[in-house]
């Protein structure tokens, strides 16, 4: 199983779009992982985690074929997660020659209802190339290869924002963000159904900075916990690879001061095009 960081940064991307702090003037200078763009994450070559107005971008950097995505589950419908508007170039005259004949969508109510104003916008070929599913928590479905089910996040309490555990052949993920302090019933869900995570990748938004367990996004403090809770309750072992991500400018992003600050929790901080085998 491939799994790809296609974007690591907060909604308002680092540097942020309109910031001129000090951390965002300072990846405006030294660029390379230091420049952050919003949230999506690509498992091997057909399915996608989240659909930000970056995902263009996430193609050309990584030299994806977009055409060849099967799946994509959305968590939320914020638009930093949700900005699909884009689906709409995949018609003619707009495109040609898709590998794949069909994409399924799969969010909820929220996210559905963004993207049927998407779908009302299109025409010809396009209408024919999507199949939109709402979902539940705690609800495994199945999609080609994938056992996903999605779970309870703290965040965004007008709608049921997710987070994913996504198995793939012998592998099994969990897929942490956005959310706060992970709800008890996530937790026993997962302890119940005894999975054991290959990786695991966190919401540490606010960095170093501190974060009430009330809050919608974590801290590394807060992740560290999450980690060892799940390590208490058998779902996370020694081999299990803890990745950190969706940064906010407000916490400095910096890539060496992640790595230097995540050294003391065995985490890895996650940067755009960062690719991992599992
Ligand atoms: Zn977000
Ligand atoms: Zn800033
Ligand atoms: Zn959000």
Not at 24 to 44: D, F, P, W
Not at 113 to 138: C, D, R, S, W
Not at 146 to 175: G, M, N, T, W
Request: net charge neutral; glycine share 6%; proline share 4%.
């Amino acid at each position: 199983m491939k799994f790809r960081f296609l974007g690591t940064a907060a909604a308002e991307g680092f540097p942020a779009i309109f910031c001129r702090c000090t951390a965002c003037e300072k990846a405006r200078k030294i660029r390379g992982k230091n420049v952050r763009t919003r949230s999506q994450a690509l498992i091997n070559n057909d399915f996608l985690l989240d659909f930000p107005g970056d995902t263009y971008w996430h193609a050309i950097q990584n030299r994806l074929y977009l055409d060849e995505i099967k799946y994509v589950f959305f968590t939320h419908s914020h638009m930093d997660h949700c900005t699909c508007i884009d689906l709409r170039m995949r018609g003619k005259p707009f495109a040609h020659d898709c590998k794949e004949p069909l994409v399924s969508l799969y969010g909820n109510a929220a996210v559905k209802e963004k993207y049927e104003t998407v779908y009302a916008g299109m025409f010809g070929n396009a209408l024919e190339q999507f199949h939109f599913e709402e979902i539940q928590p705690f609800t495994p479905i199945s999609v080609g290869e994938y056992e996903v089910v999605a779970l309870p996040a703290r965040h965004a309490p007008s709608e049921k924002a997710f987070v994913y555990v996504i198995q793939y052949k012998d592998k099994c993920i969990f897929y942490c963000l956005d959310t706060g302090w992970v709800f008890d019933e996530t937790f026993a869900y997962m302890q119940e159904k005894g999975y054991r995570f290959d990786m695991i990748a966190l919401d540490c938004t606010s960095v170093d900075k501190p974060s009430a367990d009330t809050a919608g996004h974590m801290n590394l403090q807060q992740c560290a916990r999450v980690a060892e809770k799940l390590r208490e309750n058998g779902n996370v072992n020694e081999n299990t690879k803890i990745f950190v991500t969706h940064f906010s400018h407000n916490g400095n992003p910096i890539h060496s001061r992640l790595q230097k600050l995540c050294k003391t929790y065995g985490f890895i901080p996650a940067y755009d095009g960062m690719e991992v085998e599992i």
